[in-house]
């Protein structure tokens, strides 16, 4: 292989997305000018994972439903696609083996399929921006590919909660993929990596990326906003929040849901001990 050659890195975001905001779209391009600001690596896709209604966190919509608003809000990007598989298990699936059949499917699907669905999505959003700036991946070197987890500084705070994740599952997220992590305001990413071993041994692993705009966007503070029938327009792009409107979705009921309920990982921390 070229030694120059650019490793293409392609970015995992799992989590709730109850409901996707624009901050989440953020996240991914914060994530890929993060890294390519480097040069060493082309950011080549972002993939969206709900997770599934048997995480059972408290006031969490039904995963169809999350599904398709991610897909209308992923529609305004060329990059950024959003998969089902893990929304569709049965069980809660845990974050490592969500990266473990990610990881198979990018190496067993070669580089030219990724290339062509972004060269497919680039035209779709192209015709409707009217703009033409198409470049295919194989216009750049060849090079190896490496999955990495996007996700904010909460998620990294959560790895301490005790019960919540088990130390070889962070181990295998960091260590044999890598963690490219959004500041937020209330959580401290440096100071995590600095507390936890498992953290600090793969800290070369960790890409913190510093959101210089403050910027407070939640899915909580959206239902709330919903929920008391205020504006939440701009928060998220207006396509997810005609279908919200649509279906008459997030309501004081819609959030009692699960309530009182032990959080998935919770009880599978229980079960094993
Ligand atoms: N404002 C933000 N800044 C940085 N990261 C964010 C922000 N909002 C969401 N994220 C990240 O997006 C990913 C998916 O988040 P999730 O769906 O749980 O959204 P959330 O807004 O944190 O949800 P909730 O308010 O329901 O807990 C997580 O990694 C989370 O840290
Ligand atoms: N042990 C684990 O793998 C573990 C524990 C807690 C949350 N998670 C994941 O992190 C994400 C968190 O989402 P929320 O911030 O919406 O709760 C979800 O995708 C969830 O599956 C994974």
């Known amino acids: 292989m070229d030694p120059s050659a650019k490793v293409k890195v392609v970015l995992l975001a799992c989590g709730s997305f109850n409901p996707i905001t624009n901050m989440h779209l953020r996240m991914f391009e914060l994530a890929r000018d993060h890294l390519q600001d480097a040069g060493r690596c082309d950011v080549v896709k972002g993939i969206i994972s709900p997770v599934g209604d048997a995480y059972q966190k408290r006031g969490l919509l039904e995963a169809q439903h999350r599904l398709k608003m991610a897909r209308l809000a992923a529609e305004t990007s060329d990059w950024i696609s959003v998969d089902g598989w893990e929304c569709v298990q049965p069980e809660w699936v845990e974050t490592s083996k969500v990266m473990r059949h990610h990881h198979a499917e990018l190496m067993t699907s070669d580089l030219d399929q990724v290339d062509a669905e972004r060269s497919a999505k680039r035209r779709k959003v192209e015709e409707t921006e009217n703009i033409s700036s ?9 090079g190896e ?9 909460d998620v990294l705070e959560s790895f301490a909660v005790p019960g919540l994740w088990k130390e070889e599952d962070i181990e295998e997220i960091v260590g044999r993929y890598g963690l490219v992590c959004i500041t937020r305001s209330g959580s401290d990413a440096q100071k995590i990596i ?7 041994r ?4 960790i890409h913190v990326v510093h959101e210089w705009v403050a910027n407070d966007i939640s ?3 959206v239902r709330r906003a919903l929920r008391r029938r205020q504006s939440v327009r701009y928060l998220l792009p207006d396509a997810v929040m005609h279908y919200i409107q649509q279906h008459e ?7 009692r849901k699960n309530a009182g309920v032990v959080l998935a990982p919770l009880q599978r921390c229980t079960m094993t001990f």
Do not use: M
């Open 134 to 142: 198409f470049q295919s991946f194989s216009d750049t070197s060849e």
């Open 249 to 255: 979705l997030y309501s004081a009921e819609s959030e």
């Open 202 to 205: 793969n800290r070369k692993n």
């Open 194 to 200: 600095n507390q936890l071993d498992v953290l600090w």
């Open 219 to 221: 899915a909580t503070h």
């Open 145 to 153: 590919i490496e999955l990495k987890l996007l996700c904010g500084a």
